[in-house]
Nanobody, 126 residues
Framework: QVQLVESGGGLVQAGGSLRLSCAASGRSFSNYAMGWFRQAPGKEREIVAALSWSGRNTYYTDSVKGRFTISRDNAKNMVYLQMNSLKPEDTAVYFC???????????????????WGQGTQVTVSS
């Protein structure tokens, strides 16, 4: 079992930055691939970024490449999403998710993730 708690969301102007944090509790955090998803009003929840248990393998959806960075600190049981050059279309609730994996891979499908946080709101004003 893994419990996930996101923090760091808020209101920011276009072009600004935010860093989201996800604190994980439970055993063997380093056995989990992690992902950040987002859901805007009236839209499906979508993958934003993902990384393997080691942090060496990463994925970004096209719309955030070059602006967002996902990282993890296994010693602290933390996952981060650094978001720069934010745009109004980045406005959404952001969710942290965990998928048990002994392979050093990431996952992009929602169905791969068994554990989810409660989400944190990110609002980007124009």
């Amino acid at each position: 079992q893994v419990q996930l708690v996101e923090s760091g969301g808020g209101l920011v102007q276009a072009g600004g930055s935010l860093r989201l944090s996800c604190a994980a509790s439970g055993r063997s955090f380093s056995n989990y691939a992690m992902g950040w998803f987002r859901q805007a009003p009236g839209k499906e929840r979508e993958i934003v970024a993902a990384l393997s248990w080691s942090g060496r393998n990463t994925y970004y959806t096209d719309s955030v490449k070059g602006r967002f960075t996902i990282s993890r600190d296994n010693a602290k049981n933390m996952v981060y999403l650094q978001m720069n050059s934010l745009k109004p279309e980045d406005t959404a609730v952001y969710f942290c998710a965990a998928a048990f994996s002994l392979e050093n891979v990431y996952y992009t499908l929602r169905s791969a993730y068994a554990y989810w946080g409660q989400g944190t709101q990110v609002t980007v004003s124009s």
